[in-house]
């Protein structure tokens, strides 16, 4: 089994910023790309930004030079840096990891619970 668990939403002014975190546990054998999306009421989910093993980047235009993605494969951890958040940004925030189960030989993807993220005007 192969669990995610994100912390580190909640509530934040407009202009603050948030960091997220996201760590999968388990019985894991490795972990390709992992990302984070985000669900509004009323809205499809989507893709926030995403970040490959080797530590390459894609970010979404709507959050391009305020939302940083990391990670730290040591730790099976990824990480969302969200500054000068606006009230759009309110959503909740999914992570979801590609992952190699132990004694697998196929990945597949695995999400988490979700955080809630609120952003005051």
């Known amino acids: 089994q192969v669990q995610l668990v994100e912390s580190g939403g909640g509530l934040v002014q407009a202009g603050g910023s948030l960091r997220l975190s996201c760590a999968a546990s388990?019985?894991?054998?490795?972990?390709?790309?992992m990302g984070w999306y985000r669900q509004a009421p009323g809205k499809q989910r989507e893709l926030v930004a995403g970040?490959?093993?080797?530590?390459?980047?894609n970010v979404a235009e709507s959050v391009k030079g305020r939302f940083t993605i990391s990670r730290d494969n040591a730790k099976n951890t990824v990480y969302l840096q969200m500054n000068s958040m606006k009230p759009e940004d309110t959503a909740v925030y999914y992570c979801?990891?590609?992952?190699?189960?132990?004694?697998?030989?196929?990945?597949?993807?695995?999400w988490g619970q979700g955080t809630q993220v609120t952003v005051s005007s």
């Open positions: 388990g019985s894991i054998f490795s972990i390709n790309d």
């Open positions: 979801k990891a590609n992952v190699r189960p132990r004694a697998i030989l196929s990945a597949y993807d695995y």
């Open positions: 970040i490959t093993r080797g530590g390459s980047t």
